[in-house]
T-cell receptor
């Protein structure tokens, strides 16, 4: 079966750095997405990785290793507004999007 | 620019009543359209997707149905709601993979409570 694993919940301090990991086992790979979802709202797109390496976008960076079936989302200079769930999703060989259950990130002052 | 809207935002329905959620996309043609459901604290479950008018693929057996009467309109329906239908329903659109990254753009969501 196809599966995406990410931690259920993480806690970090305002101003710090946090890394949210995602591992996947899918039938093929055509790209990996990270989405941010605030409580009660729809997910919004953060990043897309299809090649190995690091993609940086402001305070957020996303890393991919296809050989390891692994990605992480790195959030720097954490702000209270970063408190949200972070969803990892992978396109399989048929471009079906497989979703992780999400990581709830709690930011403390 | 492209926009997506879905409505209603919130609804409370009795068991056995019908349901209709509507979603429209503006600013793009022939989008892929999706209906997802998200139970509290859970991931996204794909219910239906459509690659064109009248073309609907169902991912899970249930008492829900979807229709795409126009290119940029996607409707989720039920004739008789069950308690288990409660959840947060999300409509989304994307371009065809290969024509972009294939990222999903979500509507605002519809929170359904079945009592």
């Amino acid at each position: 079966g196809q599966n995406i694993d990410q931690p259920t919940e993480m806690t970090a301090t305002e101003g710090a750095i946090v890394q949210i990991n995602c591992t996947y086992q899918t039938s093929g790979f055509n790209g990996l997405f990270w989405y941010q979802q605030h409580a009660g709202e729809a997910p919004t797109f953060l990043s897309y990785n299809v090649l190995d390496g690091l993609e940086e976008k402001g305070r957020f960076s996303s890393f991919l290793s296809r050989s390891k079936g692994y990605s992480y989302l790195l959030l720097k200079e954490l702000q209270m507004k970063d408190s949200a769930s972070y969803l990892c999703a992978v396109f399989d060989s048929n471009y079906q999007l497989i979703w992780g259950a999400g990581t709830k990130l709690i930011i403390k002052p | 620019s492209q926009t997506i809207h879905q409505w209603p935002a919130t609804l409370v329905q009795p068991v056995g009543s019908p349901l209709s959620l509507e979603c429209t996309v503006e600013g793009t043609s022939n989008p892929n359209l999706y209906w997802y459901r998200q139970a509290a604290g859970r991931g996204l479950q794909l219910l239906f997707y459509s690659v064109g008018i009248g073309q609907i693929s169902s991912e899970v057996p249930q008492n829900l149905s979807a229709s795409r009467p126009q290119d940029r309109q996607f409707i989720l329906s039920s004739k008789k709601l069950l308690l288990s239908d409660s959840g947060f329903y999300l409509c989304a659109w994307s371009v065809l993979p290969g024509h972009g990254t294939g990222e999903l753009f979500f509507g605002e969501g519809s929170r359904l409570t079945v009592l």
